[in-house]
């Protein structure tokens, strides 16, 4: 009686059990969608200068001028770099090692390196950028030479300021970086690109292009030396592999932020706008990475010099006073593709909550419409894309690479415990 009334009683518990349990795989489930948003954080540092997203493995990196920060696709911290006595500017992500390459200024010592940052040892808040291991530098020495340049030939190089006929071409040192193809030639190698700031500057007529520096970073493993801020080293190539010109007017600081999209072969130059009265000063400048570089004599130069000029993209605005192109998005303190047409784009501002201003940034997913005046558009609810699955093929991602399961199986729970706010049925 007892075992029968026992049966009875557990064969629907149990078949209700195994009915929950198999119930989810058995339905189709949605698969989990990147976030509309992502949070950066409240920082005690400088403002946000540029993003890098690692989309296999779920983690997003965040410049917040003197540290690192990353985080997990959902916002949660994973770890911090800190103690950087420079300016950490624009980052990316580089598929093909797995690390993350960053601008870094010490504008007082005339030294510009890239930092590179050996991301997967990031593992808890306050890692020091000197000691941990973590951070090397390469040297960027034309950088060094054009920020110095005594372009008055008064034998004063006047140091950090815009309001100096010194600096070639304008220079403050650089900020956007993006891996990508070189110019004119997008089936080829990724190289890294670094452009430069450029000094506000109305009252010089050389300072009307953005400058892009090329590099092969595959030979860099001879360069890389640890950080050394209070002794600055100055290990790097000789020589960039290209320079590149950009005319779209004299910008704030030049390219704020730059970043290569592999599946519209765009790059995209967000900016500080300018204030020259005969240029449209938009936000965002595109450059079609097909368009072939042309040597051709620079403008404005206080001596004849030739140099090789991009074209802006042939779409967006078309300024009918210099026919430079454009958009006006705000694309300055953070722009990166995720692929098929999305974006993450960074959104700043002061978080006052604790009492005490603090840095802060909110990540939104962004679709490119190439639409004017903006460019993008925010992705609605229930359209957000589909996250990478790990065992996806990458191009690019050596095969060996691993999938820490724990970030992306939690970055997955994550996803589904928000429930409808993560995905819908049209997300998939
Ligand atoms: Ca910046
Ligand atoms: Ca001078
Ligand atoms: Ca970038």
């Given at each position: 009686m007892?075992?029968r009334?026992l049966?009875?009683?557990?064969?629907?518990?149990?078949?209700a059990?195994?009915?929950?349990?198999?119930?989810?795989s058995?339905?189709a489930?949605?698969?989990p969608t990147?976030p509309l948003?992502?949070d950066s954080?409240?920082?005690?540092a400088?403002?946000?200068?540029?993003i890098?997203?690692?989309?296999k493995?779920?983690?997003?990196?965040h410049?917040?001028?003197?540290m690192?920060?990353?985080?997990?696709?959902?916002?949660?911290?994973?770890?911090?770099?800190?103690?950087f006595?420079?300016?950490l500017?624009?980052?990316?992500?580089?598929?093909?090692d797995g690390?993350v390459y960053?601008s870094?200024?010490?504008?007082?010592e005339?030294?510009f390196?890239?930092?590179?940052?050996?991301?997967d040892k990031?593992n808890?808040s306050g890692?020091d950028?000197?000691?941990?291991?973590?951070?090397?530098a390469?040297?960027l020495?034309e950088?060094v030479e054009?920020?110095?340049a005594?372009?008055?030939g008064d034998?004063v190089?006047?140091?950090?300021?815009a309001?100096t006929?010194?600096?070639?071409?304008g220079?403050s040192?650089?900020?956007?970086?993006?891996?990508?193809p070189?110019f004119?030639n997008?089936a080829?190698?990724?190289?890294?690109?670094?452009?430069y700031?450029?000094?506000?500057?109305?009252?010089r007529d050389?300072?009307?292009?953005?400058v892009?520096?090329?590099?092969?970073?595959s030979e860099w493993?001879q360069?890389?030396?640890?950080?050394t801020?209070?002794n600055?080293h100055?290990s790097g190539p000789?020589?960039?592999?290209?320079?590149?010109?950009v005319?779209?007017?004299n910008?704030?600081?030049?390219?704020q932020?730059l970043?290569?999209?592999?599946?519209?072969?765009?790059?995209?130059?967000?900016?500080y706008?300018?204030?020259?009265?005969?240029?449209?000063?938009?936000?965002?400048?595109?450059v079609?990475?097909?368009?072939?570089?042309?040597?051709?004599e620079?403008?404005g130069?206080?001596?004849?010099?030739?140099g090789?000029?991009?074209?802006?993209?042939?779409m967006?605005?078309?300024?009918?006073?210099?026919?430079?192109t454009g958009?006006?998005?705000k694309?300055?303190v953070?722009?990166?593709?995720i692929g098929?047409g999305?974006?993450?784009?960074?959104e700043?501002?002061?978080?006052v909550?604790?009492?005490?201003?603090?840095?802060?940034?909110?990540?939104h997913l962004?679709e490119w419409t190439g639409d004017?005046p903006?460019?993008f558009?925010?992705v609605p609810e229930g359209?957000a894309?589909?996250?990478?699955q790990?065992d996806?093929?990458?191009?690019?991602?050596?095969?060996?690479?691993s999938?820490?399961?724990?970030?992306m199986?939690?970055?997955?729970?994550?996803?589904?415990?928000?429930?409808?706010?993560?995905?819908?049925s049209?997300s998939?």
């Amino acid at each position: 009686m007892r075992s029968r009334f026992l049966a009875s009683v557990l064969a629907p518990v149990l078949l209700a059990t195994s009915a929950v349990v198999v119930a989810p795989s058995a339905a189709a489930e949605p698969a989990p969608t990147y976030p509309l948003t992502i949070d950066s954080g409240s920082w005690d540092a400088g403002h946000i200068q540029g993003i890098a997203i690692d989309e296999k493995n779920g983690y997003v990196y965040h410049s917040f001028t003197e540290m690192l920060v990353k985080t997990d696709l959902q916002g949660n911290v994973i770890g911090t770099v800190e103690g950087f006595t420079g300016h950490l500017g624009d980052l990316d992500f580089n598929p093909e090692d797995g690390r993350v390459y960053g601008s870094l200024e010490y504008k007082d010592e005339e030294s510009f390196y890239i930092a590179i940052f050996d991301v997967d040892k990031i593992n808890k808040s306050g890692m020091d950028a000197e000691g941990s291991g973590i951070v090397s530098a390469v040297y960027l020495e034309e950088v060094v030479e054009d920020f110095t340049a005594d372009m008055n030939g008064d034998g004063v190089f006047d140091g950090n300021i815009a309001d100096t006929p010194d600096h070639r071409y304008g220079a403050s040192g650089i900020d956007g970086v993006s891996f990508g193809p070189a110019f004119g030639n997008p089936a080829g190698e990724q190289k890294l690109m670094v452009a430069y700031g450029i000094y506000e500057n109305n009252r010089r007529d050389d300072n009307n292009y953005q400058v892009i520096l090329e590099y092969d970073t595959s030979e860099w493993s001879q360069y890389e030396k640890p950080l050394t801020q209070a002794n600055p080293h100055q290990s790097g190539p000789a020589d960039e592999d290209g320079k590149y010109f950009v005319p779209t007017g004299n910008t704030r600081y030049g390219v704020q932020n730059l970043s290569y999209d592999e599946s519209s072969g765009l790059w995209y130059m967000g900016v500080y706008r300018g204030s020259k009265p005969e240029f449209p000063n938009y936000g965002l400048y595109v450059v079609d990475g097909v368009s072939q570089p042309e040597l051709t004599e620079l403008e404005g130069q206080p001596v004849e010099e030739s140099g090789l000029v991009v074209p802006l993209a042939d779409m967006g605005i078309v300024h009918p006073g210099t026919g430079i192109t454009g958009f006006e998005d705000k694309a300055d303190v953070g722009i990166e593709p995720i692929g098929d047409g999305y974006f993450y784009i960074a959104e700043d501002f002061d978080d006052v909550s604790s009492g005490e201003k603090r840095e802060s940034a909110t990540l939104h997913l962004m679709e490119w419409t190439g639409d004017t005046p903006l460019g993008f558009q925010k992705v609605p609810e229930g359209d957000a894309p589909a996250l990478p699955q790990p065992d996806e093929e990458v191009p690019g991602l050596s095969s060996g690479k691993s999938f820490p399961g724990s970030s992306m199986s939690s970055s997955v729970f994550d996803a589904l415990l928000q429930g409808s706010d993560g995905f819908s049925s049209s997300s998939f």
